[in-house]
């Protein structure tokens, strides 16, 4: 079974641009989840999606939105970017229908605002 | 790879020797508990998680501990190997959905 997919795998953008990031679960899998990874804050969750429906939410500006389609693949969406915005953004999928919930990790796309 | 903490606690260890590494979590309403694993340049890889119903649970060559008096978590790792050199990160979860919360990670050295 193919795992979560991530793309881009990196990018750059300057300042007071707008970034979309897309994510592939695993197939079968109806959560997504987005976390946002730096060195100095570590891992921190940003939202997640179910059944197409934003179910819990980070703390993070309102600049940070997603979406999750009908296939559920999703995007998350980053506009005016600010130069602390750079960090590296996983995607997580799991399946709830099995009782557990693990989350398997994407690569991540790693962003850079200049 | 890219650099995923810069100031992390780091436990190095000889090959072959166990490992124990600890973590606090903060919610004593957490009802699951993961450990991953993240090798540079790669997403986090899941290892073992545990409920909160129970205080311990084994894997291939893994266990868990949860003392949920002192809200404390570790992941054993018998018969280090190079290949366990990573940054191991704890996540508690404590709502209905998937949110985790994630511990600051420690990385680990395998000495050959």
């Known amino acids: 079974k193919a795992g979560v997919t991530q793309t881009p795998r990196y990018l750059i953008k300057t300042r007071g641009q707008q970034v979309t990031l897309s994510c592939s679960p695993i197939?079968?899998?109806?959560?997504v989840s987005w976390y946002q990874q730096t060195p100095g804050q570590g891992l921190q969750f940003l939202f997640e999606?179910?059944?197409?429906?934003?179910?819990n939410k980070g703390n993070f500006p309102g600049r940070f939105s997603g979406r999750q389609f009908s296939n559920s693949r999703s995007e998350m969406n980053v506009s005016t970017l600010e130069l602390g915005d750079s960090a590296l953004y996983l995607c997580?999928?799991?399946?709830?229908?099995?009782?557990?919930?693990?989350?398997?990790f994407g690569p991540g796309t790693r962003l850079t605002v200049t | 790879g890219e650099s995923v903490g810069l100031h992390l606690p780091t436990l190095s260890v000889q090959e072959g020797d166990n490992s124990i590494i600890n973590c606090a979590y903060s919610n004593s309403a957490s009802d699951y508990f993961i450990w991953y694993k993240q090798e540079s340049g790669k997403g986090p890889q899941f290892i073992i998680d545990?409920?909160?119903?129970?205080d311990k649970r084994q894997g291939q060559r893994v266990t868990v501990l949860l003392n949920k008096t002192v809200k404390h978590l570790s992941l054993q790792i018998a018969a280090t190997q190079p290949g366990d050199s990573a940054v191991y990160f704890c996540a508690e979860k404590y709502n209905a959905g998937n949110m985790l919360t994630f511990g600051g990670g420690t990385r680990l050295m395998v000495k050959p």
């Open positions: 999606y179910f059944s197409e429906t934003q179910r």
């Open positions: 545990i409920r909160s119903n129970m």
């Open positions: 197939s079968g899998h109806r959560s």
């Open positions: 997580a999928s799991s399946s709830l229908t099995s009782g557990k919930y693990e989350q398997y």
